[in-house]
């Protein structure tokens, strides 16, 4: 079997395929109340749970609307 490398993690489309299946059953059951689903780290990375978005300090700072100089 031929299988096409795409750079991700050097998986190939068909394993990324097969993950985009799994983490989706994975996401439907962490629906359902006290159930803990499990994502191993390239799962998670994959739905972007260590995305950084939060504020910097400064940012924070900045849209304080009462600060005193």
């Given at each position: 079997?031929?299988?096409?490398?795409n750079g991700i993690?050097?998986?190939?489309?068909e394993?990324?395929?097969?993950m985009?299946?799994?983490?989706?059953?994975?996401l439907?059951?962490?629906?359902?109340?006290?159930f803990q689903?499990?994502f191993?780290p390239?799962?998670?990375?994959?739905?972007?749970?260590?995305e950084?978005?939060a504020l910097?300090?400064?940012?924070?700072?900045?849209?304080?609307?009462d600060?005193?100089?």
């Amino acid at each position: 079997m031929n299988k096409t490398k795409n750079g991700i993690n050097g998986m190939s489309v068909e394993d990324l395929k097969i993950m985009d299946e799994i983490i989706d059953a994975k996401l439907q059951d962490a629906e359902i109340p006290g159930f803990q689903a499990e994502f191993d780290p390239m799962e998670a990375e994959r739905i972007g749970a260590f995305e950084e978005d939060a504020l910097s300090e400064q940012d924070a700072l900045d849209s304080v609307i009462d600060q005193q100089a």
